[in-house]
């Protein structure tokens, strides 16, 4: 899951940021509108949380962009304004959920999941290719009916490639939606991490490289 966090206090949206990261949440932070609408023109955010007060470009006109656009991404408005009528107006704005500040953190993080679960990007509960099955909501994976235990980026890699039933992957692709902007994720990364994930699949091999370009199932 991908997550986008857009905060214009500093200190708040790093610790958003924080604590989903300890879900096994890829997030990446926004300051400003600006910068989220920036995020959002390359990046396929499964969530969008975003500040409905902010300076510059307000909430409300990153809310209409994204809508706009027509991405698939879910966005979870935040606002310190409980009012009946400031929720009413976020949500016809087309947000998709709504949370006043202050709000409990498993609160956020269980609207997160559940958002990500709705979107219309989400695969379908079980895939199944070349002898695995991987089960996104459990994180589990079996080959051929052997219980294979992934790290939590082999995991991500893997449903990634199976997503794609098939078709090439790019590198490029894979370290955008399973590592987050804060993370290292370089090449030689991403060599490792399908490596250990080789390994761990055992044979016969089922990922295949295209130098230069990325892999595939």
């Known amino acids: 899951m991908r997550v986008l966090v857009v905060e214009d206090e500093e200190q ?4 958003v940021a924080r604590g989903l990261r ?11 509108g600006r910068e989220a609408l920036e995020l959002t023109s390359y990046v396929d955010y499964d969530v969008v949380v975003l500040d409905r007060d902010l300076p510059d470009v307000h909430g409300d006109e990153v809310c209409r962009e994204l809508i706009g656009a027509g991405g698939a991404s ?9 009012r009946v009528r400031d929720r009413v107006g976020g949500l ?8 006043v500040k202050p709000f409990a953190f498993a609160e956020l993080v269980a609207r997160i999941r559940a958002l990500a679960r709705r979107s219309s990007r989400a695969a379908p509960p079980v895939l199944e290719r070349a002898g695995i099955r991987l089960d996104p909501a459990r994180r589990t994976v079996v080959r051929d009916g052997r219980q294979v235990a992934l790290g939590r980026r082999e995991f991500d890699v893997l449903h990634e490639l199976m ?6 992957v790019t590198s490029a692709r894979l370290r955008a939606n399973v ?12 060599r490792v991490t ?4 080789r390994r761990k ?13 990325g892999y595939r199932l």
């Not at 879910?74 to 409980?82: E, H």
């Not at 016809?92 to 949370?99: I, Q, T, V």
């Not at 399908?194 to 994930?197: D, G, M, Q």
């Open 12 to 15: 708040l949206a790093d610790a």
């Open 74 to 82: 879910r966005i979870l408005m935040l606002t310190a304004a409980g």
């Open 163 to 168: 997503r794609a039933g098939g078709d090439l």
């Open 179 to 190: 590592w987050d902007e804060h993370s290292e994720a370089g090449t030689g990364v991403l």
């Open 92 to 99: 016809s704005l087309g947000a998709d959920d709504y949370l």
């Open 194 to 197: 399908i490596t250990s994930l």
């Open 201 to 213: 699949l055992g044979g016969p091999a089922v990922i295949e490289n295209v130098p230069g370009r």
């Open 22 to 32: 300890l879900h096994a949440i890829a997030v990446d932070v926004a300051y400003d």
